[in-house]
């Protein structure tokens, strides 16, 4: 019988006592599982099934078209951001959502779940929560090889330059900047975006998965600059999603609750 690390990313009601639970595992990925008196406060599972409870649990794989069977889940611990930080949970919530939106079952990539604890101990201990949760979107895709290409065109792979008040088109369907000549005459402009060079300057300064100084941290960046960089990203996640995710309808309510704790 399996046994893994796991993060429980969502959970859906399957019956009286039951529920169906989505876990991210560090040793087999994402896995569906069917936890039999999982809704009993005093059932099998000892309320440990909580969205972004990290447990450890045992499981029973079925084949590909049915639900895995959950056996056992004790609770290792759960992240507690403080109820003032609203900022905090909502971020929490979306690191959950982007993990199950961006992984399917049965791949496992215990990088990507060891940086998914990582970034919830720093949303717990009350980080600067946009610049934390883009760090994160950049790593995870690099992770998953979705990281935009931010220095050469997509489609001709010439080198952009940057300059001080100047725009570089951005296009959310090719994953990277586009120089002017490639953008005449493409058909794809409705997906083009165009952004100020300090926004990239500062956005792939945060993503970067180079950078293990922990800098970005203290990057000094206006919350014009944020807030521009939060819509690029916003379009580019929905771009490679096909979809909105439901934490994008909070960013407002994240932008203005969000102080370093």
């Known amino acids: 019988m399996p046994s893994a690390d796991a993060l429980v990313l969502r959970t859906v009601d399957f019956s009286e006592s039951s529920l169906v639970v989505t876990l991210y595992t560090r040793q087999f990925g994402k896995i569906e599982a069917l936890a039999k008196g999982g809704r009993r406060l005093k059932g099998p599972f000892e309320s440990s099934l909580d969205i972004l409870a990290q447990n450890s649990v045992a499981f029973i794989q079925k084949r590909s078209d049915v639900l895995d069977l959950l ?10 951001v403080r109820s003032s930080n609203l900022s905090g949970t909502l971020g929490s919530c979306y690191v959950a959502e982007l993990v199950n939106s961006f992984t399917e079952p049965g791949e496992p990539m215990p990088a990507l779940y060891d940086l998914t ?8 201990g009350g ?3 946009m610049r934390t949760l883009t760090r994160y979107e950049g ?11 931010l220095n050469a065109c997509t489609e001709c792979g010439v080198i952009i330059p940057r300059k001080p008040e100047k725009h570089i088109l951005f296009s959310t369907l090719d994953g990277g900047v ?9 058909p794809n402009h ?13 956005w792939e300064a945060l993503m970067s998965p180079l950078d293990r100084s922990e800098q970005w941290k ?16 916003n379009r580019y996640i929905c771009s490679l999603l096909g979809w909105k995710p ?8 994240i932008a203005k609750n969000d102080r370093e704790r």
């Open 71 to 80: 056996t056992e889940s004790k609770l290792i611990r759960r992240f507690r």
């Open 117 to 124: 604890v990582k970034v919830l101990h720093q949303l717990e």
């Open 139 to 149: 790593r995870l895709l690099h992770l998953l090889g979705h990281f935009p290409s």
């Open 127 to 129: 980080a600067l929560v």
């Open 190 to 202: 409705r997906q083009t975006v165009a952004v100020f060079s300090e926004t990239l300057d500062t």
């Open 246 to 253: 439901r934490l994008h309808d909070w960013w407002n309510v």
């Open 218 to 233: 203290q990057l000094p960046m206006s919350r014009q600059t944020l807030e521009e960089i939060r819509r690029l990203a």
């Open 178 to 186: 586009i120089c002017s000549a490639c953008r005449t005459g493409t």
